[in-house]
């Protein structure tokens, strides 16, 4: 299981070169949460395979995207937002004829088809056609609530003494409010603009703020916010917004042919920061991004919760 992910983790960082560029692959790889990228969970299969069903989008290349996107709904339900954030690039794509778009879309029935067959074979030891969510609701606390009840459900878990037989629990609660508000800083990143970006031709990139913010608001409709934290290493515009940031450049993630946004990630950069603050940014940062990977990878292999 371990191989499995290591190589697993190998593919999705080369899909994330591809995607964002060197800094963007080193900042997934080194992310807060990757632990669970180097040991038997499904994170791993997960981005290789949906990181890649991206890349081969922008590429155009959409039998290959079908197929990706189906292994990728083997793995996981997050399989049934990525189906639904690549209907949207085709539905945006400019330049795109209406028969082809339709072509795109059609393929994607694919993956459909497999989810449905998961829901089937569910049905047959269950009876249920909603077990898998009857299973998140008793299992998980995961039944429908609105996303203010959900906050306020929250705030009891992160308060100072909360859990006192378990004192990293809160530590952890605190770190899925953060990341829900990492959630919503990286929609809004892609769905508005800079002034370089928009002098650029570049518009909003509705896919990729599909992607993350379906998610978002998945979480939010669960009893509390609960494993978004690992969640994060499914949201590849985090991890290029990070290197743009990181870099001074400028660009986005791409939304896919026809689209300025898919252009060369590397092209034209327009840095406002001076680059010796810059590069001490970026060391600090990677300083406390790693700090948290070893401190979250030191709850997992110690027997804490971990998200």
């Keep these: 299981g371990v191989l499995l992910s290591l190589l697993c983790s190998t ?26 990228t180097v040991v038997p969970y ?7 395979a949906a990181f890649w069903a991206w890349e081969r989008a922008r590429a155009d290349r959409w039998v290959a995207v079908a197929v990706l996107t189906a292994v990728a709904c083997t793995v996981r339900v997050s399989g049934l937002f990525l189906i639904g954030a690549l209907l949207v690039m085709i539905v945006t794509s400019r330049g795109v004829p209406l028969r082809d778009k339709a072509q795109r879309a059609a393929l994607l029935a ?8 998961f829901a089937t074979y569910l049905h047959g030891l269950t009876g249920s056609w909603t077990a898998w969510y009857h299973a998140q609701s008793t299992g998980w606390v995961r039944g429908f609530t609105w996303p203010w009840d959900s906050f306020r459900n929250t705030l009891p878990a992160i308060a100072p003494g909360a859990y006192a037989d378990h004192p990293w629990w809160a530590a952890v609660f605190r770190g899925e409010m953060v990341s829900m508000v990492v959630g919503l800083l990286v929609v809004l990143w892609c769905l508005v603009p800079t002034r370089a970006r928009r002098a650029r031709g570049q518009r909003p990139q509705w896919a990729e703020a599909s992607w993350v913010g379906v998610q978002v608001l998945a979480f939010s409709l669960s009893y509390w916010f609960f494993s978004v934290n690992r969640a994060t290493l499914l949201w590849f515009p985090l991890w290029v917004m990070l290197a743009r940031w990181g870099s001074g450049r400028v660009s986005g993630v791409g939304s896919g042919t026809g689209d300025p946004a898919g252009s ?10 001076p680059r010796s603050l810059r590069r001490g940014l970026v060391i600090a940062g990677l300083g ?20």
């Design 42 to 48: 499904t994170e791993s299969l997960f981005c290789a």
């Design 288 to 307: 406390v991004e790693t700090a948290l990977m070893l401190g979250w990878s030191w709850l997992f292999f110690t027997g804490h919760w971990a998200g």
């Design 11 to 36: 593919a999705a960082a080369a899909a994330m070169y591809r995607l964002g560029g060197p800094w963007a692959a080193v900042l997934w790889l080194f992310a807060p949460t990757a632990v669970f």
């Design 110 to 117: 694919f993956p459909v088809f497999v989810l449905g067959l």
């Design 264 to 273: 060369d990630l590397s092209s034209a950069t327009t840095r406002t920061v």
